[in-house]
Each structure stands twice: as structure tokens, then as C-alpha cells.
């Protein structure tokens, strides 16, 4: 199911059309006319929706940031142990970049193409996601449970190793977004013990 379900009509239809394009062909090698023309939409259809191209890669950055750092809260335990918690945070992570390839090759790879202001917005966001598993990876250093000298570092690691997997989900023996997840939550745990 896209997370772009709850939207209604032409917008929807729009928002999608133009993630596929992104994902395929980046957003600076994918004009307004290729997206409407996806959708068989005359060239200005997009306009009573999207003020411009920017704006409509905005919603969707926006959209797909907002959805995983909902995925990593709704995973977190903060009553869990923290390796658990690492464990159910990190495949939640991992698992939404393999579920929503497209969208998240969208969100993680074209945020160069945002105006100041709207990075700014998305950047936020992507500090709360990193604060998810810092929060974690703290808990987890003051109780014992985990061997890190570097936090930040730590935090890095792992946020990348999740990132990377909508650049190449499906590959190989990871076909499986669950499965993927719980591969990822292991090597997490490996890394801070």
C-alpha cells in the first residue's frame, strides 16, 4: 500500500507519478510534461495543485521524511530495553526504505533540489529521525548494555546503512522488506556491542 493512499484524486495521482519519475530518472532529468504525461494530463494539469516542480517534490520529501520518522517512534519501546529498542527502530527503518524504495530514493537522494527554506524544514526532520536512535544508542551506553566510544558516530553508521538499502532493495537474498529489517537490526546490534 503507498502512504499516499489517504490522499484523494488528482493531486494523489500526481504525487505518485512523480515519485516514480524522480526515482527513475532524478529531478533534474524529469520535467512537468513527463509526469503529466505518465498520467495522459495536459502539461499545466499539475498547476492547480503544485505551485511548481519544487513544491511538489517538497510534499512529497516532506511527506515520506514525516512517514519514517513515524515508522522509528511507532517501533520505539522507550520502556524496552535498549537493545530492543535498537533492534524494532533500526528494522523499522531499514524495513520503510525497502517497502517505499521509490519514494525514499525520492526523499534521501533529491534534496539538493530544494529551495533553502523547504530543506531547512526536511532537515529538521531528519535531525528528529538520527535523534530516534542517538536517543537509543545514549540509553543503551549508560546502562552497560552497549561498547560506544563515538555517538555520533555510532548514530552515522547506522542511519547510512539504512539510507543506502532504497538505492538497491530488491537485490539478491534481501527480496523481503521484514526479512531485511531484521538482518539490519542484528548488524546494529553487532555494531554497538
Not at 530518472?25 to 516542480?53: Q, V, W
Not at 529538521?124 to 536517543?135: H, L
Not at 544508542?137 to 552497549?146: E, I, L, S, T, V
Not at 552515522?156 to 526479512?179: E, K, M, N, Q
Amino acid at each position: 500500500m503507498s502512504i499516499t493512499a489517504g490522499r484523494a484524486g488528482a493531486a494523489d495521482r500526481i504525487r505518485r507519478a512523480a515519485i516514480d519519475a524522480f526515482a527513475e530518472s532524478g529531478y533534474a532529468g524529469t520535467s512537468t510534461r513527463e509526469i503529466t504525461r505518465r498520467l495522459n494530463m495536459s502539461a499545466t494539469a499539475m498547476y492547480p495543485h503544485f505551485d511548481s516542480k519544487e513544491e511538489l517534490l517538497f510534499d512529497i520529501a516532506l511527506e515520506g521524511h514525516r512517514s519514517v520518522l513515524g515508522a522509528m517512534r511507532d517501533a520505539d519501546d522507550p520502556a524496552a530495553s535498549p537493545t530492543k529498542r535498537l533492534e524494532a527502530v533500526v528494522a523499522a527503518f531499514a524495513r520503510w526504505q525497502a517497502e517505499f524504495s521509490s519514494l525514499a530514493r525520492v526523499v534521501q537522494y533529491e534534496l539538493g533540489a530544494l529551495t533553502p527554506a523547504h530543506y531547512r524544514e526536511i532537515v529538521a526532520i531528519r535531525r528528529e529521525t538520527m535523534g530516534v536512535i542517538a536517543a537509543i544508542a545514549h540509553a543503551g551506553r549508560a546502562a552497560g548494555d552497549f561498547d560506544i566510544d563515538d555517538v555520533d558516530g555510532i548514530v552515522l553508521a547506522i542511519s547510512s546503512l539504512c539510507v543506502d538499502v532504497c538505492r538497491w532493495f530488491p537485490s539478491g537474498a534481501y527480496r523481503d522488506p521484514v526479512d531485511l529489517g531484521a538482518a539490519y537490526a542484528r548488524i546494529a546490534l553487532r555494531m554497538v556491542r
